[in-house]
């Protein structure tokens, strides 16, 4: 398929207005599913690996079953929703979305349509450089989730080339709550990062409710991202695009902005956009034409009849309203204040996405400062060298882990380095990598005192400099030591022989 034609992003700024909106999938972390009891594979709690073994007669749709409403997904909706300043619906219905796909046994999803649970919110995003955006929200609405494809054969997983596919309906009912923006004006270049920003919010705050894990690589959170533009003066909204499924913060970012250049350059030259899905593909930072997007009619939605309103009692509302954590923006504020970190360093934990992994380390007995530059530094480094987000590759405790080691001298930074990798390598825990690697850092004075006799040797005029009052010639002799003993040398301790001998 030939690449599209691009417009330079500030000219296409110049020629056009973006407006955005976003869909924001949500999995609810309950012990079961949405509509059955059968186990739900988003509960950490609950082990499910094989294909097609979390399943009843409901999640496949068979004669005779009956869904019933899990009450504790309704109460996390509600949480939700109040935690995005959204009014809660005194009475709320749940409808048949109709539309035929293999990984929808039912040939239709239980979601909510005219009556949702929330609606009428508004979120304060927080931009790179701190200021904040507006971003008001539409609705969220409860609904089921759809099985899972895989598609076998073919160089892309996708189905374009597979020789097949196989569908396991695991996630078929699995709660959701979806979260829908109205359209957002006035974003301008800042389009791009307020979207990377605004599913970072929302991550943060499903994770603050305790309602989801929100993990974007394993499918807890998902965004569909709709861009259009209009040209500079028009009132009108252009026509949009959703691109499905995009799977990290960074990911969300690009694919705004490949659209806005992708858009313009079409309108610039007379042409018109096609209202579609459109796929993101990371490893060529595009996207490509999925289907004509569908408008409400076409899914011939109509009341489920088999499940009642949901009417929430105003006591349960107020105590979810009650029990709310504190707002993000508030956080971020208490948080800044007990770290004591510069704006700078704030900020670049902010904008990294890393904010909750820094927080969870502390919380797990690291020091704000080392738990700022592991998750930033190296753990950042190999997620981008591996395309993936760093939360993926590394726990906070074992971060913390990491950090206490270093902190009680039983590891350097660079072997610490040497640890990262092996946890993300799947070699372990801390400890174990330790062990298995050998990166114990070697302080018995007799191994040391031998390391250095020989690094001596072979600058015998070292101690000599030292006595001069030459003491930054100790270097020459405690880089020589770590070179041969592998970096494991205790390098304080090293510093203190060398200084001890040369005052014999």
């Not at 709690?45 to 068979?62: D, F, H, K, Q, R």
């Not at 996390?76 to 929703?81: E, H, M, R, T, V």
């Not at 902010?350 to 400062?369: C, R, W």
């Amino acid at each position: 398929m030939a690449r599209a034609e691009l417009m330079d992003f500030d000219k296409a700024l110049e020629l056009f207005e973006p407006v955005l909106g976003f869909e924001v999938h949500v999995e609810l972390s309950t012990k079961t599913k949405m509509f059955s009891d059968a186990p739900n594979p988003a509960f950490s709690g609950n082990a499910v690996t094989e294909p097609n073994t979390a399943i009843t007669p409901v999640c496949l749709g068979l004669p005779g079953s009956l869904p019933v409403v899990n009450e504790q997904a309704v109460s996390y909706a509600i949480s939700l929703g109040l935690a995005l300043g959204c009014q809660i619906a005194e009475s709320s219905t749940f409808s048949r979305k109709n539309y035929f796909y293999p990984d929808t046994p039912k040939n239709y999803q239980i979601s909510q349509y005219d009556e949702p649970i929330a609606f009428e919110g508004e979120v304060e995003v927080e931009l790179p450089d701190g200021r904040l955006f507006t971003v008001p929200i539409e609705r969220a609405h409860m609904e089921e989730d759809a099985g899972k494809l895989t598609h076998v054969g073919g160089s892309t997983g996708r189905i374009q080339g597979a020789e097949f596919s196989l569908v396991d309906y695991n996630r078929a009912g699995v709660p959701l709550v979806e979260i829908v923006t109205k359209p957002i004006i006035g974003a301008e270049a800042d389009a791009p990062a307020l979207g990377a920003a605004y599913v970072s919010l929302i991550r943060d705050i499903a994770r603050a409710l305790g309602i989801s894990e929100a993990r974007m690589e394993r499918g807890n959170l998902r965004c569909d991202a709709n861009v259009s533009l209009r040209p500079r003066g028009q009132e009108k909204l252009g026509t949009r695009t959703e691109t499905k499924n995009v799977n990290s913060f960074r990911s969300v970012e690009r694919a705004i902005r490949y659209e806005i250049q992708r858009q313009a350059a079409i309108l610039a030259a007379g042409g018109e956009v096609q209202q579609e899905t459109r796929h993101w593909h990371e490893d060529t930072g595009t996207t490509s034409p999925g289907r004509v997007k569908s408008d409400a009619d076409d899914y011939r939605y109509f009341p489920e009849p088999d499940l009642l309103p949901v009417v929430p009692a105003p006591a349960l509302i107020q105590q979810l309203r009650d029990a709310l954590p504190e707002a993000p923006a508030t956080r971020r504020r208490r948080l800044k204040e007990e770290w004591g970190f510069s704006d700078l360093e704030f900020r670049d934990v902010v904008n990294s996405g890393l904010l909750v992994e820094v927080d969870e380390t502390v919380a797990a007995g690291a020091a704000p400062q080392q738990a700022r530059k592991w998750w930033t530094g190296e753990i950042a480094r190999i997620a981008n060298a591996q395309n993936a987000e760093p939360a993926a590759l590394i726990t906070p405790a074992d971060v913390a882990a990491i950090v206490a080691l270093v902190d009680s001298g039983a590891l350097t930074d660079r072997l610490a380095r040497q640890v990262v990798e092996g946890v993300i390598a799947g070699e372990g825990t801390p400890a174990e990598v330790v062990e298995s690697r050998g990166l114990q850092v070697v302080s018995d004075d007799g191994a040391l005192i031998a390391a250095i006799d020989a690094a001596l040797a072979a600058q015998p005029d070292v101690l000599e400099k030292i006595r001069e009052g030459k003491v930054q010639a100790a270097g020459a002799v405690i880089g020589a030591v770590m070179k041969s003993m592998g970096g494991k040398a205790d390098a304080a301790r090293v510093r203190e022989l060398v200084l001890e001998r040369a005052q014999a």
